[in-house]
């Protein structure tokens, strides 16, 4: 029997996830882990998400029901913090595991330092007891990781799919070394750890760990979420909301725009079923005993200004007036380096396997949907305190 464990399965795009691949039928048992950090934080900074998402039992059940796979899937609350939870699922041999269970976002990791050190022990404590369960259970199990492209250094050059040769006043390093990385939030630096971690896990023990570098995503719907009427979360307050989703409510109730610091600064982002698509078909790559295998999941890369823009123009379409405004906030200091720019990726893998989605028609396709739930909006979290 082929199965997986996908831990991080309640979240954002971890639920798409499962949707998918309970209706793809890739696998004959999907077992779901999750500690519910997402719903618990996000209430925490007074956010909502505006979708009517069902609680963790209830999705379950629904699931249930609407795949009609019976035995097929279990729901687990438990946290990869627990060393005895992690180890007992890992002793299940499962095919392939599928790891989405950091806490997901650079704002929250820098509240204050409760925050910062509840991400650093969620994020970096969660995958060492995954990684040594691997390693004493089932060191053959098809490791599939969630990885941040934002933890990459900014270099404005091409980030490689693999490690490179660096040359310095002429000479060139004798052997492949890591793309740098470079990042100044605490979340960011977790998802720089997690890859030399990974890295020692492969080199040392002889797992198999695909660390998928992951750009920002946005998006309401995959295929079956839709379809089913089983919907992700929809963020959108200053600490959990991505920009897009931002700026999205603000011309939907007719606020500005806000723009951080001139919107100079740019951003990978992606729609969230080609991520989720990507994940889907990783779990048939082909990846050796000690190899980790980077995938770059950074299709587009945009300044803020440009996607304020792009809402704007969408907007304007289905008559919403839309104003931009990049001088009243500057809350990560972006103004003072505005050269910073996320640099373009080789996507290989990606571009090979997904058919990517063209970010205005998903602008367009998400402002009427979200129009329709224009009385949830909750103002008084979108601007940075």
């Not at 022990?121 to 369960?133: C, K, M, R, S």
């Not at 933890?151 to 404005?156: H, K, V």
């Not at 907007?315 to 009243?328: F, H, V």
């Amino acid at each position: 029997m082929k199965s997986c464990l996908v831990i991080g399965g309640d979240g954002y795009i971890g639920w798409a996830l499962v949707v998918e691949l309970a209706f793809s039928k890739k696998f004959d048992k999907i077992t779901v882990l999750d500690n519910l950090l997402t719903r618990k934080n996000v209430k925490r900074v007074n956010g909502n998400s505006i979708t009517d998402i069902l609680t963790y039992k209830e999705r379950y059940t629904k699931l249930l029901q609407a795949t009609n796979l019976k035995n097929g899937i279990e729901f687990i609350e438990g946290s990869t913090m627990d060393s005895k939870v992690i180890n007992n699922l890992v002793s299940q041999s499962f095919h392939t595991i599928y790891h989405l269970g950091h806490q997901r976002t650079a704002p929250y990791s820098m509240l204050d330092q409760e925050t910062c050190i509840e991400t650093v022990v969620n994020n970096e404590v969660g995958f060492l007891n995954i990684i040594w369960a691997l390693k004493k259970y089932s060191p053959e199990t098809l490791l599939i990781k969630l990885g941040s492209f934002g933890a990459y250094a900014p270099s404005g050059i091409e980030v490689p799919e693999s490690d490179i040769y660096i040359k310095i006043n002429g000479d060139k390093t004798l052997k492949t070394v890591p793309f740098p990385k470079f990042a100044t939030d605490f979340y960011h630096i977790t998802k720089a750890n997690d890859g030399l971690f990974a890295r020692a896990a492969c080199s040392n023990w002889g797992l198999k760990i695909i660390d998928v570098m992951q750009s920002t995503v946005f998006g309401l719907n995959t295929e079956f979420t839709e379809q089913a009427n089983l919907p992700t979360r929809f963020d959108y307050d200053e600490i959990f909301g991505t920009v897009l989703n931002r700026f999205i409510c603000q011309a939907i109730v007719g606020e500005k725009l806000t723009v951080y610091g001139g919107g100079q600064h740019s951003t990978g982002i992606m729609v969230l079923r080609d991520a989720v698509s990507l994940l889907l078909c990783l779990s048939e790559t082909n990846c050796e005993p000690s190899e980790y295998k980077i995938i770059n999941s950074n299709p587009y890369s945009y300044k803020i200004i440009e996607l304020a823009e792009i809402v704007k123009e969408q907007a304007e379409l289905i008559n919403i007036p839309t104003n931009i405004d990049s001088s009243s906030f500057d809350p990560r200091n972006e103004k003072s380096n505005e050269a910073y720019q996320v640099s373009t990726a080789e996507c290989k893998v990606l571009h090979d396997n997904v058919i990517i989605s063209s970010l205005e028609i998903e602008v367009s396709k998400m402002l009427p949907n979200i129009l329709k739930l224009k009385d949830k909006i909750n103002l008084e979290v979108i601007n940075p305190k």
